[in-house]
């Protein structure tokens, strides 16, 4: 199975900072690299697929890049809505797995 | 609008057997691949399993293979988990997830969940 190792854990920041979290897979994935934002009591939702394509309706601030087996997922000027968790799942194959997670705090 | 309702969740022995269904609408149902994902309480997203637009192919998480049991009726815009011999670690919220593709992708609509509790 391919393990998605996300770091870090947690994060705290300030609405204008930009952050960065990264998911690194234990074996190749291409761009198979996927991101998705988690608030407590709500669906989770896709912020990226293809390690960097923008979900429509995903304000441009995120964004996501690939370099081999690591993959990173930006948010350029954190906004009060963006506190929450944040997970990577690969999908190159299955089982789909899913990075530990980020959350991100004020 | 894209709508996934999952039901059937609740409290169950441990050994014992529970079925979740996702009802769907707001898309074109047998053309995409469906999955079902839990978070077990103060912990990350799992996916549980998936199955491909025409049932072709179905896979599952470790955790529950052998356990588990997915399906779906496109006639009638549904999906289905099967849960058999539950043990305490399944319990968790469990999501109903569409897929982008007909087969295992990214997920881009999610229910809001239906809680199982395994316990004595």
């Known amino acids: 199975d391919i393990q998605m190792t996300q770091s870090p854990s947690s994060l705290s920041a300030s609405v204008g900072d930009r952050i960065t979290i990264t998911c690194r897979a234990s074996?190749?994935?291409?761009?198979?690299l996927n991101w998705y934002q988690h608030k407590p009591g709500k669906a989770p939702k896709l912020l990226i697929y293809?390690?960097?394509s923008l979900q429509s309706g995903v304000p441009s601030r995120f964004s996501g890049s690939a370099s081999g087996t690591d993959f990173t997922l930006t948010i350029s000027s954190l906004q009060a809505e963006d506190f929450a968790s944040y997970y990577c799942?690969?999908?190159?194959?299955?089982?789909?797995?899913f990075g530990g997670g980020t959350k991100v705090e004020i | 609008e894209v709508q996934l309702v999952e039901s059937g969740g609740g409290l169950v022995q441990p050994g014992r057997s529970l079925r979740l269904s996702c009802a769907v609408s707001?898309?074109?149902?047998?053309?995409?691949?469906m999955h079902w994902v839990r978070q077990a309480p103060g912990k990350g997203l799992e996916w549980v399993s998936g199955?491909?637009?025409?049932?072709?192919?179905?896979s599952y998480a470790d955790s529950v293979k052998g356990r588990f049991t997915i399906s779906r009726d496109n006639s009638k815009n549904s999906l289905s988990l099967e849960m058999n011999s539950l043990r305490a670690e399944d319990t968790a919220l469990y999501y109903c997830?569409?897929?982008?593709?007909?087969?295992?992708?990214?997920?881009?609509?999610w229910g809001q969940g239906t809680l199982v509790t395994v316990s004595s």
């Open positions: 997830v569409k897929d982008a593709r007909t087969i295992a992708d990214y997920f881009d609509y």
């Open positions: 707001g898309f074109t149902f047998d053309r995409y691949a």
């Open positions: 199955i491909s637009y025409n049932s072709a192919t179905r």
């Open positions: 074996q190749r994935i291409d761009i198979y």
């Open positions: 293809a390690a960097s």
């Open positions: 799942q690969q999908s190159f194959n299955t089982p789909l797995t």
